[in-house]
């Protein structure tokens, strides 16, 4: 299984209502909106999850947005880039 960071830019002006529904479907797949960090949980931007698949990029990427697409928000842009090491720093 890999790690991957995904973000889903809705296209179009949709509501708080949209995003929450967008957060508990990602969550269903696994993908979280936060990560943690030496016990410490960090809120990432702004419709990007965090989380670990057994599917390629490309193929999370399809899902995601047929997901999205049938279920939250008609006009998505999903990117996915699997994570093999990352770091955070907040200032």
């Given amino acids: 299984?890999?790690?991957?960071?995904?973000?889903?830019?809705?296209?179009?002006?949709p509501g708080v209502e949209v995003y929450q529904n967008l957060h508990a479907k990602m969550q269903t797949l696994g993908f979280l909106t936060t990560v943690n960090n030496a016990g410490t949980t960090y809120k990432l931007p702004h419709a990007?999850?965090?989380?670990?698949s057994i599917l390629t990029g490309v193929e999370l990427s399809s899902k995601?947005?047929?997901?999205?697409?049938?279920?939250v928000w008609t006009k998505p842009l999903v990117f996915v880039s699997e994570t093999t090491n990352w770091g955070l720093s907040w200032r």
């Fill in 48 to 52: 990007t999850y965090y989380g670990s």
């Fill in 64 to 71: 995601v947005a047929d997901l999205v697409a049938t279920q």
């Fill in 1 to 13: 299984m890999a790690d991957f960071t995904v973000r889903v830019e809705l296209v179009g002006s």
